[in-house]
């Protein structure tokens, strides 16, 4: 049963008193709260608190993975409190005031699930097993950290806790960019102290491949490493080579060993995804023979995007794709393997001879179906060795194997379809769970996908169990998160852009659904941002801060403007300077526009603008075609003024030429806009010659003339 009940909690001889209160999170909260995330899926307060000081002493019993439990919460105790625990491995002697871990792995209980009991004289941690008994010592920190009073009060309570579904997952790409082993590591901690347990790892792809496998050694000395794209990357000579420096990285198995244990001791398990037939670029560069053109890419390439580059269908290819799997097998313990199976444009097997003789050799009648037979013999090789293959939502077109999972990315009809033919399904629906878009309107969001912000509250309030997927429940394993990293170049973008987003989704793929509220969610978030900054994790706390708008004589960044058009809109990172802080630019790439609304043009203005130049490292197929420019007066081009419309004669020309030789933000000379009476919308838009580079606006500012 849960309750709300308040108490008083007296500090330092009753000279300081704070309320606090186990309030429900259906309730309308009353008082600051037990503020645990994800919620419990049962709270009841006893009455009173119990005091955790240097006196404490730790206790474990039933064996090593209780006393790995019990240690991982006195080491975030330390980390968070600067608290150390007296540490004892049997309950013999044990002192009231003790806090015990106690593992039953006989008792039964829901898979994951444990028990707290918070009494004024001590408490105790029960689970059946060890992932139980690691999530209560999640909850027991939490708890821990409420505030930064001291003594350290824990409110004496009960919880009864267990997940709703068993996939919790996040995943990150360490392709696009590629992040240390150190940074894996904490993702996966930050990952643990939310009880998030599935790492989707995003190991190769068209821009790289990351994972070593000894067999094929190219793989990672070829197709690890690429030249980033833009004239400034061009211009950054490796002196070794006297070429432009490699951007890249891959992961040793010794690395990747390191990070399974870690993975592993905090209930996390690691789901490796070799992407396949498509997004398989940097393994043709590697071994060209992978590949269907007879002129096959060369460099490992560093647009985004899709490339229209397959693995072709020869027997040396699957004996290939085999061998990966065998060491992938060997390195990674879980069920689950990623196939990908995602973006496959047909074209190139459309167009090869010799694809369509292995067609017809193979018995596959078109190339859904060739991309279907990849799939099933894989998967079906996956099965042989006692595992399970899952992929994105394109494997429903050729025919899902027996027992292989989908990962429904476009919507969730591809889960709903899944799970109807029988198959298990993970619910990750792009936009919603798709971590890599900017999380708020404003100037201060990192890189992301820009066409609309995906809040905090957006993730909380997806349901994985809506409309007729709550008929498929048993088919429905979970929700997954992704982080792209096309744009998340730096590990601190890669926080702020998960935290507390991923935070929300915890609370869905753990948290019973009647318990789901946002406002009592968002004001949990204080205490849980507090314990960010204890550990140092960059998040993001545009949810509780407000958007401020510029007023019309302060500085308008791009991100305060309107693009024209909302055809591919990106929060677009500058690639210059090579160190240091880069602008940010929120540009539709088709259609390089701007808007500024409700001009007060009664008097001339003075506009300044601020711009940029970007490679255009986009695969956007024929979409490219469609990209209008305006002709340029002049070699270097122009920044053009408009008002209400943005066509005709300009208000005013900003010629680029002072700004070509910049390869980051150059301020252009101002100019005068002449007063035409009345409110305009201004546009602003390139004049220029060719797509690349790509002139992008980073802000505008006017003054009265
Ligand atoms: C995907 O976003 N291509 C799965």
Avoid at 12 to 20: D, E, N
Avoid at 161 to 188: C, K, N, T
Wanted: proline residues 8%; charged residues 20%; negative net charge.
């Amino acid at each position: 049963m849960l309750v709300a009940c308040f108490f008083a909690v007296c500090l330092g001889g009753g000279t300081r008193c704070a309320a606090a209160a186990v309030t429900a999170p259906g309730a309308a909260a009353a008082g600051p709260q037990v503020s645990l995330i994800p919620q419990p899926r049962e709270v009841a307060a006893v009455g009173g608190f119990f005091t955790l000081s240097a006196a404490t002493s730790l206790v474990a019993m039933g064996g090593p993975e209780a006393q790995r439990c019990a240690a991982y919460f006195a080491t975030m105790l330390r980390r968070s409190r600067g608290l150390e625990l007296k540490r004892q491995t049997t309950a013999r002697g044990m002192a009231a005031g003790s806090i015990l871990f106690d593992l039953r792995p006989g008792e039964g209980g829901a898979e994951e699930g444990y028990r707290l009991e918070v009494r004024p004289q001590g408490v105790v941690v029960r689970a059946a097993q060890p992932a139980g008994l690691f999530y209560g010592a999640v909850t027991l920190w939490q708890l821990s950290t409420l505030s930064n009073a001291r003594p350290i009060l824990i409110p004496a309570l009960h919880i009864d806790d267990a997940p709703r579904f068993r996939w919790r997952g996040l995943m990150l790409d360490s392709v696009r960019h590629f992040q240390s082993p150190e940074f894996i590591m904490r993702y996966i901690d930050w990952m643990a102290l939310h009880k998030l347990n599935m790492f989707g790892w995003h190991l190769t792809d068209d821009q790289g491949w990351r994972l070593q496998i000894p067999k094929y050694p190219r793989l990672t000395t070829i197709g690890a490493w690429r030249v980033p794209a833009g004239a400034a990357a061009q211009h950054d000579i490796d002196p070794a080579t006297g070429r432009p420096r490699l951007y890249g990285g891959f992961y040793s198995q010794e690395d990747v060993r390191r990070i399974i244990a870690h993975a592993a001791a905090r209930g996390v398990t690691i789901v490796p995804e070799i992407d396949i037939p498509g997004h398989a670029t940097a393994a043709i560069v590697a071994y060209p023979s992978l590949g269907v053109q007879t002129d096959p890419p060369r460099e490992v390439p560093s647009d985004w995007g899709v490339y229209p580059n397959l693995l072709n269908a020869e027997g040396s290819t699957f004996r290939f794709l085999e061998d990966v799997l065998d060491e992938v097998m060997a390195l990674f313990p879980g069920e689950f393997i990623h196939l990908g199976g995602d973006e496959a444009v047909k074209d190139q097997w459309k167009a090869s001879e010799r694809v369509q003789v292995r067609m017809r050799e193979l018995g596959v009648p078109d190339e859904e179906a060739l991309q279907g037979y990849f799939m099933q013999r894989l998967g079906r090789y996956l099965q042989q060795h006692g595992r399970r293959m899952i992929g994105w939502d394109e494997i429903l077109e050729g025919g899902v194997p027996p027992g292989a999972a989908v990962m429904s990315w476009r919507g969730v009809a591809g889960a709903l379809s899944a799970a109807v033919a029988g198959h298990d399904t993970v619910l990750s629906p792009e936009p919603t769970l798709y971590l890599d878009y900017r999380q708020g309107p404003g100037s201060r969001e990192p890189p992301g996908r820009g066409a609309h912000p995906v809040t905090v509250e957006d993730v909380y309030r997806i349901e994985p169990l809506a409309g007729a997927l709550a008929g498929q429940a048993p088919r429905v394993l979970g929700v997954q998160a992704n982080l792209w990293t096309e744009h998340v170049r730096l590990p601190e973008q890669a926080e702020y852009m998960s935290w507390p987003r991923a935070a929300a989704l915890a609370e869905v793929a753990w948290s019973p659904p009647q318990l789901r509220n946002w406002d009592n969610f968002k004001a949990r978030l204080p205490a849980q941002f507090a314990r960010y900054r204890k550990l140092g994790l960059h998040y993001s706390n545009t949810v509780l801060e407000p958007t401020l708008t510029p007023t019309t004589y302060q500085r308008h960044m791009s991100q305060d403007l309107l693009t024209c058009t909302a055809k591919l809109v990106l929060n677009l990172e500058d690639d210059a300077p090579l160190s240091g802080p880069r602008a940010v630019f929120l540009v539709d790439i088709e259609n390089p526009c701007w808007r500024m609304p409700q001009v007060d043009l009664g008097r001339p203005l003075q506009l300044t603008a601020a711009v940029g130049q970007v490679p255009f490292n986009f695969q956007i197929g024929a979409d490219r075609d469609s990209i209008h420019l305006q002709p340029p007066h002049s070699a270097a081009g122009e920044l053009n003024v408009y008002a209400d419309s943005c066509e005709g004669e300009p208000l005013a020309r900003l010629p680029l030429a002072p700004a070509t030789a910049n390869e980051a933000v150059t301020v252009l000379p101002p100019v005068r806009l002449a007063a035409l009476g009345g409110s305009h919308d201004l546009c602003l838009r390139f004049a220029q010659h060719g797509l690349d580079p790509l002139w992008v606006l980073d802000w505008l500012q006017l003054a009265p003339q």
